[in-house]
């Protein structure tokens, strides 16, 4: 049932509104000192160190380091029956954080709360408020979206209440998160096992990449072909055209026969120009990031997941240690859905176009580009917060992969004002007896923002030059070659954490600060793993998303999340009320949820797959059970009868391999897991990872082998097999040859296009490419 045929708009009244944050007993009476300090409360520590600096003596910064009051961990805590009224607890493990901001709240004048600009931020300050015995009411909230003197003294000069609307917003998101996971995990527990979860938005992420592989499965490919011609015109350059066009229709090949006949009335004969159309195209440049848009580029280009991403963002955001500077806050807030830029940062990177790639770079005003339907857009774009700071200005202070991230922010917001690339493309039509072809060629005329990025881009993006030779109408081209080429159709390409969260973008799923936790929450519950950069899903995850699909398809589907979201965007706007859509929602789920739990039994016997298999202890027939590490078989006369057996044994005789257990001695044998194969001592159940030996001695202690090994994320290397006696480790795969140069071992490596390298191990040799691109440059310089 869609939450938008329930839920109500509720008018404003006359009067104070009522608010669904509990009115609680302060147990902290705030003794101000008026001949204090003014206490500044952010969230980060590094964040805090920066603020000070610029705010000077008069002010005392300190951080609470993200949430110090939340939901009780081991029960609801949301009294449903009392309008869904949350129930906060202080968290035991930052207790002295919070005495300590209480003590320094004693010694000061007036507490300023600058937690982040976002709705998590400003509920963060509400809490704070309760735990310091502030009121919400008065201006004690500061919000600031760059680390910069100039934003935070704006920031101080302007306090404000805290929105009470934007808390409600975030404490909904919160309450029904944990209705959701509270209530439904342990429904999934009785029918699969313990441990498991279910969340509101994790549950459609996962099931979008379990519908793509069920798409995927289900496709069956069609044979289609392609014809292209190579043509060659007196005294010039030769040019390829496809044929798009038979007898006048378009050219749809489906066999070798059909295809063979349009060859044999092209190969070998000359065709004549029939049209040669000549145009100018200009190709804008894209708006500067925000989150989602950050992201995705972060995978695509640097290999980033996003929660790695993220991390580095925060770090720039709230600041590096630049000589000469201080602590400098590099970029703006990186959680945010608009494309704005400030007037202030207008004038400035206008000017600094023109200064540094010319006035042709520059458009006549500036770019602006058209927000979103469903941004909020509380916040500017993720930009530079100074362009005094350029990336190669930067190279002695920030970490590899802060600077590839901050050159790819600087990059994308310089390009977003500069002028369009601007090409010419020809298209010449060629008739070959029926047969029409084209040839098209194109080439730059002016590079406009691409001039900002790197050369392997440009070519990604197929901007070569790629020019056809002067061609008029009339005139005959004698063909020189001509193939037909085989082509399948392709099924929908699996999803990365790019198209993923390009996805949940588009559907209005979750907001720009839950895309990193929930990518990050379905692999660690083992939903999905990773193959490559692509998600695939689990055996379980097929399981836990086919069950609430069955039993909670009103609400763990995509377009009920996404009104959800909407109408929390409503409730921080202040026209929805937070009992009104919590009301609205638990209507929903409450009725699924009962109607599942009457199911539960049914369900178990329904599912249950029973085995030829006999339980040696009482003589039953053992079932298939699912746990954390896969399919088991289990006596179905648990609790009375506990005996289980591996899923193996259905396979028949478990395979024994000649590696001893480290444990007993006993000989291992093969299992399957979650992420491949490994070894089991059926005695002791020791486990143990089944090693590759090269074959090849270990060039450091001379005794060991080089054998292949997986880090605990899944990369591998190659290590030697006397670990940890000897270190000796490669990322790229040893090959039994040894460097004339240096000494040191050879390795293969091999590249993403498939070409594989020998080359030394040693970074240092001089006969290592990375050292030799080095020595290039500087020669140049």
């Not at 063909?479 to 159709?489: P, R, S, Y």
Request: proline share 6%.
């Amino acid at each position: 049932m869609p939450i938008t045929r329930t839920i109500t708009i509720e008018k404003k009244k006359r009067g104070r509104k009522a608010k669904a944050a509990a009115a609680e007993p302060v147990l902290f009476k705030r003794k101000p000192n008026p001949k204090g300090k003014t206490l500044v409360v952010v969230e980060s520590p590094a964040k805090a160190k920066t603020i000070e600096r610029i705010l000077g003596p008069s002010y005392k910064v300190m951080a609470s380091k993200g949430h110090l009051r939340d939901l009780p961990q081991k029960k609801l805590g949301v009294d449903i029956e009392n309008g869904f009224m949350p129930e906060y607890v202080d968290s035991s493990e930052r207790e002295s954080i919070i005495k300590d901001l209480q003590k320094e709240a004693n010694r000061s004048k007036a507490v300023l709360l600058a937690t982040d600009p976002d709705r998590e931020g400003e509920a963060i300050s509400w809490h704070l408020s309760k735990l310091l015995d502030v009121n919400p009411e008065d201006n004690v909230r500061i919000a600031f979206h760059e680390i910069t003197p100039p934003a935070i003294k704006e920031a101080i000069s302007h306090p404000g209440p805290i929105d009470m609307n934007r808390v409600d917003a975030q404490q909904a998101r919160r309450v029904l998160d944990r209705l959701v996971g509270y209530k439904l995990s342990p429904w999934l527990w009785k029918l699969i096992y313990r441990g498991l979860s279910a969340g509101r938005v994790q549950s459609v992420a996962t099931r979008l990449i379990c519908e793509r592989e069920e798409e995927i499965k289900a496709f069956k490919p069609e044979e289609y072909w392609t014809v292209e011609a190579l043509y060659k015109k007196e005294d010039s350059e030769t040019f390829t055209a496809k044929l798009v066009q038979i007898d006048g229709k378009e050219a749809a090949l489906h066999n070798k026969e059909e295809t063979d006949a349009a060859v044999a009335d092209i190969d070998g004969k000359t065709a004549e120009v029939t049209s040669v159309t000549r145009s100018r195209k200009q190709r804008k440049t894209k708006p500067p990031y925000t989150t989602s848009t950050m992201q995705q580029d972060a995978v695509n280009r640097l290999n980033f997941p996003s929660r790695k991403t993220m991390m580095l963002a925060q770090a720039l955001y709230e600041g590096i240690e630049i000589p000469g500077h201080g602590h400098v806050g590099l970029i703006t807030y990186m959680r945010t859905d608009s494309v704005r830029i400030s007037d202030e940062m207008i004038a400035q990177v206008r000017p600094y176009i023109e200064t540094v790639y010319g006035e042709e770079y520059l458009p006549p005003k500036p770019n602006v580009f058209a927000k979103s339907k469903k941004a909020q857009d509380a916040h500017e774009a993720i930009r530079p917060t100074s362009l005094q700071f350029p990336p190669n200005a930067l190279t002695s202070v920030l970490s590899r992969d802060q600077m590839r991230l901050y050159t790819l922010i600087w990059n994308r917001f310089i390009a977003s004002q500069m002028a369009p690339q601007i090409q010419q493309t020809t298209t010449a039509l060629l008739q070959s007896g029926r047969c029409t072809l084209r040839a098209s060629g194109s080439h730059v005329l002016f590079d406009g923002f691409t001039v900002m990025q790197p050369s392997k881009e440009k070519k990604k993006e197929g901007e070569g030059e790629n020019f056809l030779p002067p061609l008029k109408k009339g005139e005959t081209v004698n063909n020189v070659k001509t193939k037909g080429e085989q082509h399948f159709t392709a099924p929908p390409p699996r999803y990365t954490e790019a198209s993923l969260i390009k996805t949940l973008e588009e559907k209005g799923i979750g907001r720009p600060s839950t895309y990193a936790p929930i990518l990050d929450t379905i692999q660690k519950r083992k939903y999905v793993v990773k193959e490559g950069k692509q998600f695939v899903p689990t055996e379980i995850g097929f399981k836990v998303t086919d069950l609430l699909k069955k039993y909670f398809d009103g609400i763990i589907n995509v377009d009920f999340t996404a009104n959800l979201e909407t109408w929390l965007d409503k409730i921080a706007e202040g026209r929805a009320t937070y009992k009104k859509v919590m009301t609205d929602f638990y209507k929903v789920f409450d009725k699924e949820l009962e109607a599942a739990n009457g199911q539960t039994e049914k369900e178990k016997k329904e599912s249950q797959e029973v085995t030829d298999v006999k339980c040696e202890k009482c003589g039953a027939n053992m079932i298939v059970k699912m746990g954390r590490y896969g399919k088991y078989l289990a006596c179905p006369n648990y609790p009375d009868c506990k005996n289980i057996k591996p899923y193996s044994v259905l396979q028949g005789p478990e395979e024994v391999s000649d590696v001893k257990c480290d444990e007993c001695g006993t000989l291992m044998v093969y299992r399957d897991g979650p992420y491949g194969r490994y070894l089991k001592c059926p005695n002791c159940h020791a486990n143990k990872a089944i090693v590759v030996d090269t074959g090849i001695t270990c060039p450091k202690c001379h005794e060991g082998h080089m054998v292949q090994r997986k880090t605990k994320r899944g990369r591998t290397f190659y290590g030697c097999s006397r670990y940890p006696k000897c270190d000796m480790a490669l990322w790229n795969e040893p090959v039994d040859q040894f460097c004339p140069t240096c000494g040191s071992i050879m390795v293969k490596k091999t590249y993403k296009s498939g070409k594989e390298l020998i080359l030394c191990s040693n970074p240092d040799c001089p006969t290592n490419p990375k050292k030799k691109k080095g020595k290039e440059k500087e020669k140049k310089e």
